[in-house]
């Protein structure tokens, strides 16, 4: 990297670092997460991201040139090849053969109970098992072949006894489709990585460098579904107590690299799901949902880590438990939220972000975009701890109002 690059890139990387510290800034940081906005505005589309990455990805280059921030949330390519091979049955993407799914769109969840509430006490007792068994044939079409490697006492060494069940001709077509699905998901990556590299030479840091996700929603989104999870927070509150903690704890466990690894960028994303106000009641929200979540973020924190917490949907009751955390730690991402009440209310302990309207940006005037930047601007800046993103994101924004937004970031102090 460039000198000057490599200036510009840790410029970036301590302005953020002192607004998660509540210092007031010389420079607005700037860290919205754009995502297909990219792809469209320069001639390659979602549906590339699963089937074309370099096209893509050149696409991501081009939009960063013309529109600089002070790190990217960029989350990469997933192969779309790699997930037919596997028969995804939980997401529809883009490119998939047969799919309704416009090209210029993201993937949709089919959200399906992939784990039923009698199963419970299985899944806490044999975590390893259930996915194997159950959870894994359940989601892949063509992995069933893992249903039944089960194990059994051996009285002798046999190998054709003990070895059975991991050499049935089903495990041994499932390992076949295994190894393709590796591969080229080992291919997204690599070209993912180039692509992170490209924007690193550019001067622009990632803004996380790791992903964990809250123990309810995992739960939610890919076991119970949220009816489901309706329903069990009044009948099976205990186990789902019990889940959350084992969650927990294996999230912690994942996270241990940030003990070792030397990373420019210390910061792990939390993309919360069913946190929501209405949802839970409080007393739930607090049980459930929060002191999980929180633990996991304590954790980060000792190891001198930032959690990133990017609430979906209203939060305007959640406020005063976001505080329970120590002061200068934090990231809270609002979507949609009262962003004065979340400046009095969590400004004095954590950093904010978010909030503009990502609608706004496809269907609005210009007008109103700059009207709303400067809002955010007067509301959130001063005082410090506040980071300039959008409510979620983006995915066709007009280049009009893109421009209206970052003119008035620039200009507007």
């Not at 049955?89 to 047969?98: A, E, N, S």
């Not at 809250?214 to 579904?225: A, E, H, M, S, T």
């Not at 979540?293 to 980060?300: F, G």
């Not at 969590?346 to 990502?358: D, E, F, M, Q, R």
Request: hydrophobic content about 40%; overall charge negative; glycine content about 8%.
């Amino acid at each position: 990297m460039e000198t000057q690059k490599m200036d510009l890139f840790n410029e970036r990387i301590q302005r953020i670092n002192d607004a998660v510290a509540l210092k007031e800034t010389a420079k607005l940081p700037v860290v919205p997460m754009f995502d297909g906005v990219m792809y469209r505005l320069f001639g390659s589309s979602y549906r590339d991201s699963y089937y074309d990455f370099r096209k893509c990805g050149n696409a991501v280059i081009k939009f960063y040139e013309q529109y600089p921030v002070d790190a990217q949330l960029w989350l990469g390519f997933i192969s779309g090849k790699a997930n037919e091979i596997a028969g995804n049955t939980f997401i529809d993407w883009p490119g998939r053969p047969g799919t309704k799914i416009s090209e210029h769109s993201t993937h949709q969840v089919l959200e399906r109970e992939l784990m039923y509430p009698e199963e419970y006490p299985e899944l806490l007792k044999d975590f390893t098992g259930f996915m194997q068994n159950k959870y894994v044939p359940r989601m892949f079409s063509n992995l069933k072949g893992f249903t039944n490697i089960k194990y059994r006492p051996a009285n002798v060494l046999n190998t054709a006894y003990f070895m059975g069940p991991l050499c049935s001709s089903e495990a041994l077509e499932a390992y076949k489709t295994l190894t393709e699905i590796a591969k080229l998901d080992a291919e997204a990556a690599v070209v993912t990585n180039e692509f992170y590299g490209k924007l690193a030479d550019m001067g622009i840091p990632p803004f996380i460098t790791g992903i964990s996700q809250v123990p309810f929603d995992i739960l939610g989104d890919y076991f119970r579904g949220t009816v489901g999870m309706m329903e069990d927070l009044f009948e099976y509150s205990d186990e789902i107590e019990a889940v959350c903690e084992m969650f927990a704890e294996q999230q912690i466990e994942g996270l241990q690299y940030f003990r070792s690894a030397q990373l420019p960028v210390r910061r792990v994303g939390f993309f919360l799901h069913k946190g929501m106000d209405g949802f839970m009641s409080p007393a739930q929200y607090e049980r459930l949902y929060w002191k999980p979540l929180k633990k996991i973020m304590n954790a980060l924190i000792d190891m001198d880590v930032t959690p990133y917490i990017f609430t979906e949907g209203k939060y305007n009751t959640r406020l005063e438990q976001l505080t329970d955390v120590p002061k200068g730690k934090v990231i809270y991402h609002f979507e949609d939220v009262d962003m004065k009440q979340a400046k009095k209310i969590v400004g004095s302990v954590a950093c904010i972000s978010g909030n503009l309207p990502s609608a706004m940006l496809e269907f609005g005037k210009k007008e109103e975009v700059v009207n709303y930047c400067k809002y955010l601007i007067d509301t959130c800046a001063p005082g410090g701890g506040y980071i300039f993103d959008t409510s979620s994101s983006l995915e066709n924004a007009t280049k009009e109002n893109l421009d209206a937004m970052f003119n008035t970031l620039e200009t507007y102090r």
